[in-house]
């Protein structure tokens, strides 16, 4: 009771004096920013052990089913250090729900990043933005002369901010990449139809038109190189198709990995299987223009009832209202 009570007068002293207040703000401030700084330190030195790291990438690894990565280069240090630091950060954040983790790990999969550890990486992004943006926020609303409120609110948003920047980008790779390859498939399959009637078996014609969609459908041409890696591997034709199919996670490509084992099981012509799936196609993205074009207009009311018409009633009828309210203040 004895400490309580001498904390409340030093409470009421604080709240009294403005400066001893901000003085003694500005030195909380300070030393939360060095224990904030000394934990990462210590984060950093007690996670960044080489034989854990190679540890977590086997595990990662073994996790992964099977899969196959794909290293698209050596990151530059900086970067690679802040990657690794993150990777070593998630590892103790992941969640306990393997559900969850699941997910995460698919939806990296449709977003076309398919290294090992990068579960680990994201939730460690999550973790680090999420303690740097407030911190960041603090010192640059502080130095503004806000007040103690402004800055634990502005602290508050930008850690809310730093934990769902994560996700909102990973949301919105996974619809870029989904319309890219929903968009790219028709013509690939017309590619893939040529090279089956042609001759060529269904995986060396995979791998030609891989070849040949690298610059104008990079993302469909990434997938059909690793369905082509896989088999190379020895990994069955299903069995990379089905991968090929949980990987990118779009509807149409599902539709053509069913049509294609459907089509090997009866023995049907693959070339007349692609005809006609990539007719379908056609037609289906035909469709969806339609329907985007019939929705113009519905969608162009709201901008023309609150943006347009206003600004048309003032040009067209302001001057005539003013010239009424002229000559009636006259007579």
Partial sequence: MEFLSRLQVLLNELIKDPQLAQL????????AAFALMLALILIYLGLSDPIRRRVQQLDTQAAGGGTIATEKGEAGKPAGQALRLAESM??????????????????????????????NTFYGAKLGLTLLLPTVAMFSVQLLGASFATVMLVAASAGIVGYVLPSYWLNRAVRRRSTSLRRGLPDTLDLLVVCTEAGLGLVAAIQRVARDQEISQPELAEELNLFGMQTRAGMDVRSALRDMEERTGVEEVRGLVTSLIQSMRFGTSIGTTLRIYADE?????????????AKVSTKMLFPLVFCVLPSFFVVALGPPLLGAMEAMAGK
């Fill in 24 to 31: 003694s703000f500005m030195v909380l401030l300070g030393a």
């Fill in 90 to 119: 998630g590892y103790r954040l992941l969640p306990a729900d393997k559900k969850v983790r699941n997910r995460t790990y698919n939806q990296l999969r449709h977003a076309g990043i398919y290294t090992p550890g990068a579960v």
């Fill in 281 to 293: 196609l056609r037609d289906k993205r035909t469709q969806d223009a339609e329907e985007r074009a």
